[in-house]
């Protein structure tokens, strides 16, 4: 069998939405260390290092590309996948009691993605959009943290980037171990240690974001 | 536990046949013993209906001790009604007191079309097994059932995979009707033996081809086939279904190669 073959199949397109899933996992990593060193206090000069170095490195800026392409893979799988999914079954049952044999976020990923997939939209067209764009007509790169600082004291700005991380968070409560357990990685000896590290990671990731625009917004950097 | 009886409100599916719309019937039954099981208290019911000139309901059933896997019904919300690793001919009218409403559907996914009341086609199971849920015998004396050893680990664990009945509750109880612990189990009970080797890499491939062929959901990991299956049959046979899957296209392996 053909890996193309390979990947049509539902195993094979839940396989697709592992990877990419993993490498938004690690990106997320990426992204919440730079981001955090703006509680350095320091006027946002460690942070600055940072955004310019991955602003501006070739082998960054090609990974960049990578990103938006497994971005885009996932949403597209995740749609194609929801839409067989909910078709499977024509007549819905009169009575489910659902909540008694699954979490409601394992069965919401579709719309805890549409969610995030939302705030990602307003979110790089706040920052990386108009900062790539500066660079691309030779105006250099844009002073990121004097954004942040100017955005997040707006409470609706703030009080939408929180809902995007309390999004993010129930996404990868289940995401995350999901992704290893369609790698078949979750045998019995570390399910648990998986579902553990991955319940930390909602909460610690998701918690890092949201303290960004909390923090601004009640200035506890300036 | 004390004996009582109890008098019960039922709404049952009705349908005549496939392309019929269906629609739910309220039924009373009287004087229910706490001791019957739930397809005797049906019994009460059909043979209150054949004295009365209606029309029987039609449910699967046929050993009604807990291992063929012919009942069904999804009673008030859940595949075989309640308990923990039971199927419906083991749940007992225990469960339920006097003035009760119980509603019974049948088992719901585009792949189990209803062939009349709470009776569900599920031959599509069938076609997946013989898409590969099989080993190669040569005819012959019969072999020594204990000539090749087998680790106990995977012995144990093929043993519990195979404890599946194929009764479709992973399918009734899935948010996305996916029959993948159903899949995974027979897959995985023949990977873990030797007699299942020569099949193996064709096997997992051919298996899963068909079940989204038949119209199941993909399996998105939300674990209510596991918590739901009255044989407990446990999620990480969908974990190795996927390793076979992974690893049966590394070696190239289909009957229907493309």
Known sequence: ?222 | MEHYHMNLTLKVWKQKNKNDKGRFETYEVKNISSEMSFLEMFDVLNEQLIAEGKEPIAFDHDCREGICGACSMYINGRAHGPWHHTTTCQLHMREYKDGDTIVVEPFRANAFPVIKDLVVDRTAFDRIIQAGGYISVNTGNAVDANAIPIDKHNADEAFAAAACIGCGACVAACPNASAMLFTSAKVSHLALLPQGEPERTTRVADMIRQHDKEGFGGCTNIGACEAECPKGISLENIARLNREYMAATFRGGSKNSI
């Not at chain 1, 199949?9 to 592992?18: C, D, E, N, P, R």
């Not at chain 1, 955004?51 to 990974?63: D, K, L, Q, S, Y």
């Not at chain 1, 959009?129 to 409470?155: K, V």
């Not at chain 1, 939408?160 to 992704?179: D, E, K, P, Q, R």
């Open chain 1, 1 to 222: 069998m053909s890996w193309k073959s390979y990947f049509s199949t539902s195993v094979g397109k839940k396989l697709q939405m592992s990877l990419t899933g993993i490498f938004l996992i690690t990106f997320l990593v990426v992204h919440a260390y730079i981001n955090a060193q703006i509680f350095w206090n320091d006027g946002g000069e460690e942070f600055g290092h940072l955004a310019h170095f991955m602003g501006t490195n070739p082998v960054i800026r090609t990974i960049e590309i990578g990103l938006f392409a497994f971005l885009l893979l996932h949403v597209i799988q995740g749609l194609v996948l929801w839409a067989r999914n909910v078709g499977s079954r024509k007549s819905r049952y009169a009575v489910s009691k659902r909540n008694e044999t699954s979490r409601w976020y394992s069965r919401s990923m579709g719309l805890l993605g549409t969610l995030i997939l939302l705030f990602l939209i307003l979110h790089i067209s706040m920052f990386w959009a108009p900062n790539r764009a500066s660079q691309t007509i030779g105006n250099g790169e844009l002073d990121l943290y004097g954004m942040m600082r100017d955005e997040f004291q707006n409470p609706v700005i703030v009080v939408i980037y929180v809902l995007g991380c309390i999004s993010l968070a129930w996404h990868l409560v289940h995401g995350f171990y999901s992704a290893f357990q369609t790698l078949g990685l979750t045998t019995n000896r570390y399910k648990g240690a998986i579902k553990a590290v991955g319940v930390g990671f909602s909460i610690i990731v998701p918690l890092i974001f949201a303290l960004m625009p909390i923090a601004f917004y009640l200035q506890w950097i300036q």
